[in-house]
T-cell receptor
Framework: DGGITQSPKYLFRKEGQNVTLSCEQN?????MYWYRQDPGQGLRLIYY???????QKGDIAEGYSVSREKKESFPLTVTSAQKNPTAFYLC????????????FGSGTQLSVL | GESVGLHLPTLSVQEGDNSIINCAYS??????FIWYKQESGKGPQFIID?????DKRQGQRVTVLLNKTVKHLSLQIAATQPGDSAVYFC??????????FGTGTSLTVIP
């Protein structure tokens, strides 16, 4: 979807386990984002990064961690501290310029075993 | 209609009719707005955007209207088709590069 690849499509987490969701973009975008989507709700921002080696917490960062070692990659780790991780996770990117829209990946559905 | 913070889940229209999806945004400082379409199990797709210095913008079969006085955004889809069935989200950008999304409206097109 628009040069953003998320993997895997489906992921299952056991109790106490950390899992990592992958997000790669080939759009040469500076900014990348992670959103969480629950059924019947809008997208909520977890973390975002405007440049390599820098990232900021969004509205619901607790229980999640990210890294931005490369421009193309912005992996999200769902830690065992996140007690309600079941959701649809969406990665997005933008050029970071003023009034530039977000491009989304196809999402990862995370479920708890 | 849809609101960032409120929930209006469904809208049903006959094929060929026009659809209007509404969104009430919350921040008067928001300067950029986007409508997205999301099909089941997929990521949101960009439909159309509008800047706060505009009242109306048209695309192919879609029109977005912005009323800053009452903080209201609407998406009009002309001659709605079965392929238009999806959830539609509005997004506002109050500051920097952070976007805030509404809860979405599920559009069902009846053949």
């Amino acid at each position: 979807d628009g040069g953003i690849t998320q993997s895997p499509k489906y992921l299952f987490r056991k109790e106490g386990q950390n899992v990592t969701l992958s997000c790669e973009q080939n759009l040469n975008h500076d900014a990348m984002y992670w959103y969480r989507q629950d059924p019947g709700q809008g997208l909520r921002l977890i973390y975002y990064s405007q440049i390599v080696n820098d990232f900021q917490k969004g509205d619901i960062a607790e229980g999640y961690s990210v890294s931005r070692e490369k421009k193309e990659s912005f992996p999200l780790t769902v830690t065992s501290a996140q007690k309600n991780p079941t959701a649809f996770y969406l990665c997005a990117s933008s050029s970071g310029e003023v009034n530039e829209k977000l491009f989304f990946g196809s999402g990862t559905q995370l479920s708890v075993l | 209609g849809e609101s960032v913070g409120l929930h209006l889940p469904t809208l049903s229209v006959q094929e060929g009719d026009n659809s209007i999806i509404n969104c009430a945004y919350s921040n008067s400082a928001s300067d950029y707005f986007i409508w997205y379409k999301q099909e089941s199990g997929k990521g949101p797709q960009f439909i159309i955007d509008i800047r706060s210095n505009m009242d109306k913008r048209q695309g192919q079969r879609v029109t977005v209207l912005l009323n800053k006085t009452v903080k209201h955004l609407s998406l009009q889809i002309a001659a709605t088709q079965p392929g238009d069935s999806a959830v539609y989200f509005c997004a506002e950008r109050p500051t920097g590069n952070q976007f805030y999304f509404g809860t979405g409206t599920s559009l069902t097109v009846i053949p």
